[in-house]
């Protein structure tokens, strides 16, 4: 199996940002041709694929293209948000209405010195340490923006807006970049987020339309919760589960999120409290690898009540090292799907650093292997 998913990271066709998988940044995540392999592999037209740990929804951007019903989980809405847009299809009229908010971004009318005057009374979305991470040009940018977005009364256009905005905030904050939460004075000149907005939202807007031309009517659902418990899906009725928990003290989803969460107003605290595996629970809070494998033995409880008879798991999952002590990813999966009498029957392993997953150097090492690893109930 190494040789063939080696074989599609290679191959010509080995695009990993093609359609809308380019919307958005999302820290380590996998490759399509992952998702798509196995969704090929193990099911057929109209089966469902379920990913617990849903990310940025690579794995339903699949089934939507490959005609799977899809569905997703995760705690972070960002995450939520981000699938929601990146696996709906835009009719001609919402696209039409896009442009149209585009245009009067681009109106000279608009981008003109009173401009910061005028509407720096709307720059109302107040949060810690908002002036450290924004420049107070930019604020009032972004505050205006998430207005005009709010003031638009159907939800799928106010998605695909707000999604756009997520994604340029780092760019135009302080912050240093998307796996880097340390503040830089990058000197934003005004109205640069208007222009970063709308260069990222031209881009959306032709590729939300090519998508839509290729996509399926297989329906997927998403929700915004922990997959501990998923009392959603009934029992017996998944096809097949492709999936990567997060990789136990290496990364803190909600702190790279956490500037997008609050201009969205989500609460990033409900996410940074409920996610699992993260550094803030087990470098910080110093929580030991039980903590971890605890509520991962939940997920996956629910994996193997929700999967039918003969249904496959495939998890992507890597090694982890806690306050110097080593933790075999591969070892700890087989046990706990053991105990849901799950059995292991094929799995390749590499070192994080050959990985195709932008990782922080420092979280990698010789001893740390990603592993892919198919069970079958």
């Not at 694929?49 to 339903?60: A, K, W």
């Not at 009318?109 to 109302?124: I, M």
């Not at 070192?351 to 740390?368: D, G, V």
Request: proline share 2%.
């Amino acid at each position: 199996m190494k040789k063939e998913i080696q074989n599609l990271k290679n191959s010509e066709n080995g695009k990993t940002n093609y359609l809308t998988h380019n919307f958005h940044t999302y820290p380590a995540k996998y490759i399509p041709q992952i998702p798509r392999y196995f969704i090929e592999k193990y099911t057929k037209e109209g089966d469902i694929v379920y990913d617990p740990f849903l990310g940025c929804g690579t794995t339903l951007v699949e089934c939507k293209l490959l005609n799977r019903n899809g569905i997703g989980v995760d705690l972070n809405p960002i995450a939520t948000l981000v699938s929601k847009v990146k696996t709906q299809p835009l009719k001609t009229s919402e696209i039409n209405v896009i442009k149209n908010f585009i245009e009067k971004l681009k109106s000279n009318n608009l981008r003109v010195e009173s401009f910061y005057e005028k509407y720096s009374k709307q720059n109302t979305n107040d949060f810690t340490n908002k002036d450290h991470w924004f420049q107070k040009n930019v604020q009032i940018e972004l505050s205006y923006l998430k207005k005009q977005i709010n003031n638009i009364k159907n939800e799928t256009i106010e998605n695909f807006l707000n999604v756009c905005m997520s994604s340029i905030i780092v760019e135009i904050s302080n912050q240093e970049s998307d796996t880097r939460y340390v503040a830089k004075n990058k000197q934003i000149q005004n109205f640069k987020t208007f222009d970063v907005f709308i260069r990222k939202c031209l881009m959306m807007i032709d590729r939300i339309i090519e998508f839509t031309n290729l996509t399926s009517k297989s329906k997927i659902k998403i929700y915004t919760k922990s997959s501990e418990t998923v009392s959603e899906i009934k029992d017996g009725t998944i096809k097949l589960v492709v999936t990567s928990p997060p990789y136990a003290n290496t990364y803190d989803y909600y702190l790279y999120h956490k500037s997008r969460m609050n201009w969205l107003e989500f609460d990033y605290r409900k996410v940074q409290e409920g996610e699992i595996g993260s550094r803030d629970k087990h470098s910080s809070k110093k929580l030991e690898i039980d903590n971890f494998l605890g509520s991962l033995d939940k997920c996956f409880g629910e994996v193997s009540r929700v999967l039918i008879k003969n249904g496959h798991a495939v998890i992507v999952i890597g090694d982890s090292v806690i306050r110097g002590n080593f933790y075999d990813s591969k070892e700890f999966t087989e046990n706990i799907f053991k105990k849901y009498k799950l059995k292991l029957i094929e799995h390749s392993s590499q070192n994080l650093k050959e990985t195709t997953r932008m990782f922080n150097p420092k979280f990698t090492n010789a001893l740390k292997n990603e592993h892919i690893l198919i069970f079958k109930k």
